[in-house]
């Protein structure tokens, strides 16, 4: 009878003031927005072979064309993460929507302007620009994480966030599959039109379907925050902005840890993004596969395991220690980039780097974020929006150095190039012992 009461009195809470959503409609949406946006990771990499053999233009040029999406993708993500304890997480989202749909529109108007017979070398800083705006989309990541959070009670953060982050991250994969597949089928500039109606259809359905907790709901309605804490905890909410999100940034950018914890998330979410889009073009170049095969082993062999393989890296951190399991698994991916570094064109063992390196990848991201509340326990948010960010800017800075590689040795420099995350992962072995070592002195 308690039970029930309780159940009506949520009930007649949410008519009285009209509220609209629950969690698990929250947890959704979130995520269906993070998918969407997402999915720009892979905008030129399944087709950066093609345009590289179109455009002329250098390895280096080519790496920083297939990473263009992840400079905006990156850096957004502080002040918009920051934004959504103001106004929620919509607002901060649909905008960010809004940037990628600018970007696609420009896009896809350059495709069907231009594309083939007057596409040049003076079309390529345009393109460059439109990527960076499409990749806004990959921004809404930290939105959603804050979105997400705010739905949800203590008890149930963990598989709140763990759903979020492991169904939405799977988009880079399963967009590497399905647009070689839609190129040779339809041609580049429908393709793009095809995924500019995806885009735009997503975001409609987000604008749609998406609200904030109930907190912010209230706040908008003109109910003052204290009497709408006071509401919103009756219908189980129990996480509320604070005024200090930027003093958050402030904290966390003082602790010496939060810059380790961003060297270490460089290597493994940025490299991560980093060979997203780079795995397609070494598997057409070094090995002549088409484009629609270069995509299939990316997504299965690399994007999709990392995304997945996450979820068992958070279980084994809680249980053996972050720094512990990012020590094994940065040593993952040096084994994996070593691999690849010595196959010398033998197509089953640069596979079997691939795997290894992107298992590597995919259990260190858990790690790290395992370790973010435990070293700047008292800015936690601060520091996931420096890590978070600052980390995904590997997939911008990489790429063109993986470039480098080929412009010196030619196609021997895709292979060469996985040298870089040897160095990488030595570096963030060396940092992870540290953190261990220091942590036990202060234990």
Excluded: C
């Excluded at 966030?161 to 580049?188: E, S, T």
């Excluded at 005024?243 to 460089?266: D, G, H, Q, R």
């Excluded at 992107?358 to 890590?387: D, E, Q, R, S």
């Excluded at 160095?423 to 072995?429: E, F, H, K, N, R």
């Amino acid at each position: 009878m308690t039970n029930k009461g309780s159940v009506m009195s949520k009930i007649d809470i949410i008519k009285k003031h009209g509220l609209k959503g629950s969690p698990a409609m929250g947890l959704a949406m979130a995520t269906f927005g993070f998918f969407i946006g997402f999915a720009a990771v892979s905008l030129y990499g399944p087709v950066a072979a093609k345009l590289k053999d179109i455009l002329g233009i250098s390895g280096f040029l080519l790496g920083l064309l297939v990473a263009a999406p992840n400079l905006s993708g990156s850096l957004l993500r502080i002040p918009f993460s920051a934004w959504v304890d103001k106004v929620g997480g919509k607002k901060p989202i649909l905008i960010l929507f809004l940037l990628s749909l600018i970007g696609m529109v420009g896009l896809t108007t350059l495709l069907i302007l231009y594309y083939p017979s007057h596409f040049s070398r003076d079309s390529y800083w345009l393109i460059v620009l439109f990527g960076i705006l499409s990749g806004s989309g990959i921004a809404i990541f930290s939105p959603g994480i804050a979105q997400t959070s705010y739905w949800y009670p203590n008890n149930k953060q963990g598989f709140a966030l763990g759903a979020y982050a492991g169904f939405g991250n799977l988009a880079p994969g399963l967009i590497g599959i399905f647009l070689p597949i839609a190129l040779h089928g339809l041609g580049l500039t429908d393709t793009y039109l095809l995924w500019l109606g995806f885009l735009l259809a997503g975001t409609v359905l987000y604008w749609i379907f998406a609200h904030d907790s109930y907190y912010f709901q209230l706040v908008k309605q003109g109910i003052g925050k204290h009497e709408a804490i006071e509401i919103a905890k009756q219908l189980d909410e129990e996480h509320f902005p604070t005024v200090s999100t930027l003093e958050s940034l402030k904290i966390s950018a003082m602790v010496p840890s939060t810059w380790a914890l961003v060297a270490l998330y460089f290597t493994s979410f940025g490299g991560f993004l980093a060979l997203t889009v780079w795995f397609p073009t070494y598997w057409s170049k070094s090995y002549h596969f088409d484009l629609r095969e270069a995509g299939l082993l990316m997504a299965v062999g690399f994007s999709l395991l990392s995304s997945l393989i996450r979820v068992w890296g958070g279980s084994i951190s809680d249980k053996f220690g972050g720094e512990a399991i990012a020590i094994l698994s940065y040593f993952v991916v040096l084994v994996g980039a070593s691999i690849i570094f010595f196959a010398h064109d033998v197509f089953w063992i640069a596979v079997t780097g691939e795997v290894v390196i992107g298992a590597g990848m995919g259990i260190a991201n858990a790690a790290v974020f395992k370790l973010v509340p435990k070293y700047v326990p008292n800015a936690t948010g601060g520091a996931a929006g420096w890590v978070g960010g600052l980390g995904a800017f590997g997939g911008f800075v990489v790429p063109p150095i993986l470039g480098i590689f080929i412009d010196r040795y030619g196609v021997a420099g895709y292979e060469k190039g996985f040298s870089v995350y040897m160095v990488l992962a030595v570096i963030s072995i060396i940092i992870s012992f540290v953190l261990l070592v220091t942590h036990r002195h202060d234990v």
